[in-house]
């Protein structure tokens, strides 16, 4: 198991680093060079390598022995015990348009999962981070999700996969839930969807097909704000335990 003063100084470097990153990615190009990954709409742009790159970079020059796991293929086998888990850029297409919520999202993991996650949003000001056993904040400020909420007073978000085939299945578990809840939100970026329900902004949360990169930084946040978060069958839930119960139900019809 990692120890306290370990922890402290991977949560700093974290906030360093990711707080570069927002800034290099704040530095719009005048023109995008857009590619495309898995599928013909999910998209990757210069600035997702340029800040992964970033990243990979200063988190290697800190702590050389880490081992890396990044959306953008950065991959290095870890000597030290600890592995870094970076979305460089989540929310992408957000990003590509012009639209406020993408975010920086990065985890750093031992044996027993993840220890640290820090998610900053500078279109939002917002940087969320947590350790492990030591609670989530927002702008250094403790948060905690939101309890006690029934179903048909839930403001739920979620996300839809870039991959077309996969939506079928999204469209069934929307649909059993819409007539169910209060609202949904769509916001576009899965660690700040995660993040909003560890602040209490959303109830809860769900989304299928989410990658390693999309949860680590934001489902430990979540979690330490109270929040019990999920995979299964594909399918991500956070949300406060007695809501979760209920959503988990509901999308396994």
């Known amino acids: 198991m990692t120890d306290a003063k370990l922890i402290a100084e991977l949560l700093e470097l974290a906030k360093r680093v990711g707080r570069e990153a927002g800034e290099l990615l704040q530095n719009r190009p005048a023109a995008f060079e857009v590619t495309s990954k898995s599928t013909a709409i999910d998209v990757v742009t210069q600035m997702d390598s340029q800040s992964e790159n970033h990243i990979v970079s200063e988190i290697l020059k800190a702590r050389p022995g880490d081992g890396i796991i990044g959306e953008e293929g950065s991959e290095r086998t870890s000597k030290s015990g600890i592995t870094w888990v970076i979305d460089p850029l989540d929310g992408t297409v957000n990003y590509l348009y012009g639209l406020p919520g993408w975010n920086v ?33 927002l702008n250094d400020q403790a948060i905690a999700c939101n309890e006690g909420v029934e179903l048909n007073r839930a403001l739920i978000g979620t996300g839809f996969a870039y991959d077309v085939d996969a939506r079928p299945a999204q469209l069934a578990q929307l649909s059993e839930l819409l007539t169910r809840i209060r609202d949904i ?41 109270g929040a019990k978060v999920t995979t299964v069958a594909g399918t991500t839930i956070a949300a406060a335990p007695a809501l979760h119960a209920t959503l988990e139900f509901r999308l396994s019809q």
């Open 105 to 137: 999202s990065i985890a750093a993991k031992d044996s027993a999962g993840v220890v640290v996650g820090v998610v900053v949003a500078p279109t939002i000001n917002s940087t969320w981070s947590a350790s492990r056993g030591g609670g989530a904040f």
């Open 185 to 225: 939100r769509r916001n576009g970026a899965a660690a700040v969807d995660l993040c909003f329900v560890a602040m209490g902004a959303l109830d809860g949360y769900f989304e299928k097909g989410l990658q390693e990169w999309d949860l680590a930084a934001g489902g430990l946040i979540a979690t330490e704000a």
